[in-house]
């Protein structure tokens, strides 16, 4: 099974923290449409006659678009690839871009899940962040999937964020919870250059938690969301039974995707490739037929391996020891199974029919466990 993913590449307003490649102005929105829509006609043949069973639009902010931008891009997918005919179709929406046309006209698209980037439901924190929506906006956004009669969303939350207390984080996930999604994206606060966060840090006017408070937060996050019966199914992602996200899950298993857009990554199974983060760019490489939107690079089987510990190990089900060992040299697997012993002691790998995967405590230090392993 393979995914496409499509990135689109416009906000209507720069969040403090975000580095994801988007543009705050819409100018150039149709023609960028149009080429996306060359770019799905060009790599028809890139994840050659595999079954999509993912299609994704992300961003940027997705809900900008209209209905017939949206259908214009989907007609491409559906006449170029090999369909599933129970294919996920998710978009992100920021709340105060949903209307009751808008959530229609995705039911006659045949999008089937939504991914409602909320972050936070403290307008004081919404502000801070600034985010283009309030907390009254993400529960109108709510109402108008479930009125619509989905029941297949997901929440994107924000923790670790400048004078966030436990308390604070503690409502934000009860309340996420009370709103009844079957997923949820949790992702610790990332200070990222270029970013007003990043100026702001440097000056000193932002003060973000220290490693024990993100642990703590951690940890709870943990806690309150098992026991209502989600599965952490990967560092960031919880999941009720049978709900976690294919896009993300076929991209952490090693699947092939085609990433549309500027900005979008792709994989074939041999060869990784991104494409150019700029959009004027992007659609004149189009216009002259030049086709330079993308630089790749063949994966060695090193940058296999590194990836495979990278991505499984972030996961719940892990990495197999079997599949390591096998892609190994005899001093590469002294050399890892040294490291593997080393965290096994200090508990922070475990290791379960012949699996390795991250203790909670291996949770916290994941980035570190998987730098170690690298081989290089
Ligand atoms: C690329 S954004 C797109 C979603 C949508 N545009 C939105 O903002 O709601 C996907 C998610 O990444 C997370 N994110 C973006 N920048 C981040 C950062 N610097 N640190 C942590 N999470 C971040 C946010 O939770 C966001 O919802
Ligand atoms: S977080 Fe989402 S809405 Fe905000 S700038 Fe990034 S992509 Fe755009």
Redesign the pocket.
Known sequence: MAGIYIHIPF?TKA?H????H?STSLKIKDELILAMVKEVNFRKNYIGLEKVNTIYF??????ILNKKDLAFILNSIYNNFNISKNVEVTI????NDLTSKKINDYADLNINRF?????SFCDEQLIKLN?SHNSNDIIKCINLIKDAGFTNFSI???Y?LPEMSIRLWKETLEKAIKLNPTHL?C??????KK?V?HKMFLDGSLKIGSDDILKSQFLLMRKILISENFMHYEISNFAKPSYQSRHNSSYWSGDKYLGIGPSAHSYNGTIRSWNIKNNIKYIKSFDNEKYDFYKEELLTDKNKINEYILMGLRTSKGVSKKKIFAMLSEREQLNINRQIANFERLNLLLFKDNRYFLSEEGMILCDKITSDLFLV
């Open positions: 906000c969040c923290y975000c580095d994801f988007f992300g961003g940027g902010t997705p809900s992100e929406i920021n709340p991914s409602v980037g909320v972050q985010r994107d939350l924000m670790g994206s992702y610790c606060l990332t200070i990222e970013t966060f």
